[in-house]
């Protein structure tokens, strides 16, 4: 209960900071409006930013989705086959090398202007937090368990061996470290989106934020922008609580 | 004790074999951990590595588990191949945290794709005296009573052989002597090669102990200790056993 009234007494002397230096300072509110203004915007155009982050919530969750299923599987393959280590490894490297930045004028001319193309940016930014966290999980199985479970199943082909060790032993093991990687991709998966609005879309915040901003609608900008940063922190609360409630055994604490 | 000369190994082979280890030798890159060792681990009886940490116990454990390949031979007496009935105890308990006690007993079965017989391993939990700890995970479970679930979960895996890895090594003193009690009672007839650096141990369980000295790791002695196991340790022949393995032991030096 502190933590949050912390929380919210920090807010406000902000707040009141900003709402403080606009009026004494008198700058123009088509370069900074003041948070009052702000609020008065965002009540007063609610739909239309609810309806622009329908669609940037939809992109966000999509990637999501999508970017996870790859991740994981990616590194399910890396870690099971020589041959798509050897391939899969570099590439899973140059796949972040590249700036998505560069890239969502490509996917854009690609997937089109429509929702696609904003879910590959997604994909393309969640995809390796996801893989290089859930193949460092699947590599660091505590080697004990490994001994133990190869006794076990000594009996099976190798092929049914295998399958039995990764589902069994490996994958489990490695739910906290792909745990890992699903926070940040869901801190990073915004960015995707919302660069691949800026750069080619007829909807979402991002397309919105760069129309208000090309009309000197700064107080709308600050709006669609505090609605995302909002809806970030609460996808990202909430994935966290659900992975943590997924993964009971994993110990957690912080300093005390 | 042993198969008796001229049983067919199809009659044998449920009854528990012998292990016949010849000139193994196993290396992890430029250095050589074991060369040419050899010993036979008589059938139905308790055989203890004994020797200082370092040396080569575990991976000569993990050599016989077939973990590990390399020149030499890990044959069993009754001429049968030994996967599938090699149950391992190792240094740690080996539980798998996100599983509760009994699934973790249960893991063998799961593995092999075998329908879980849950009554038989409520049943390997009531033996070891952990029946109410069954829907417990291993995190909310003491060290000792973590070390009787891997216990029982050796023993749902109901093999002739049973390789154990210091498998009391990270519990207090007196856990650690009721655990032996408790494995010493539960393990009788099997066939038990047991690695430990602790004498008083090997005194306590073993019905043959077997020195393990130098570098790369050779056997430099064997001592039977004779009669029950296990055995009590404040007595005189216990204390002169002490004494000769810890002779055995300071030859390394």
Known sequence: ?256 | MGVPPGTSPEASADEGFGLALRDLSVAYGARTILRDLSLDVPAGSTTCLLGPSGIGKSTLLRRVAGLIDGPGTVQATDGQPLAGRVALMGQGDGLLPWLNALDNVLLGSRLRGERADRDRGLAMLARVGLAEAAESRPATLSGGMRQRVALARTLMEDCPLVLMDEPFSAVDALTRLRLQDLAAEMLAGRTVLMVTHDPWEAIRISHAITVMTGDPATISRTLEPGGQTPRAIDTDSARDHWRQLMEALGEMA
Do not use: C
């Open chain 1, 1 to 256: 209960m502190s933590r949050l009234l912390t929380a919210v007494a920090t807010t406000f002397v902000l707040l009141g900071l900003w709402q403080g230096y606009v009026q004494v300072s008198g700058i123009e509110p088509f370069l900074l409006p003041g948070p009052i203004a702000v609020i008065e915007t965002l009540i007063a155009r609610h739909e239309l930013i609810l309806r622009h982050l329908g669609t940037t919530a939809q992109e966000i969750v999509l990637g999501l989705l999508i970017g996870t299923t790859l991740g994981v599987a990616a590194a399910i393959l890396i870690h099971a086959i020589p041959a798509a280590r050897r391939i899969g490894l570099p590439l899973l490297v140059i796949s972040q090398a590249v700036p998505v930045f560069a890239l969502a004028p490509l996917l854009v001319l690609w997937l089109g202007y429509g929702l696609w193309s904003k879910v590959a940016m997604a994909v393309l930014i969640i995809f390796f937090p996801v893989t290089t966290a859930f193949l460092d999980g699947l590599r660091r199985t505590e080697p004990g368990m490994l001994d133990l479970a190869s006794i076990m199943s000594a009996t099976l082909p190798p092929f049914r061996r295998t399958v039995a060790l990764m589902l069994h032993v490996r994958i489990p093991a490695a739910l906290p470290a792909l745990a890992s990687g699903l926070r940040v991709a869901t801190g990073v998966a915004p960015i995707g989106a919302v660069v691949g609005e800026w750069v080619g879309s007829s909807a979402g915040l991002g397309y919105l934020m760069l129309h208000a901003n090309g009309r000197m609608q700064i107080d709308l900008l600050f709006a669609a922008l505090f609605v995302l940063a909002l809806f970030s922190v609460l996808l990202w609360l909430s994935v966290d609580a659900l992975l943590r409630r997924a993964l009971p055994w994993q110990p957690d604490s912080f300093a005390r």
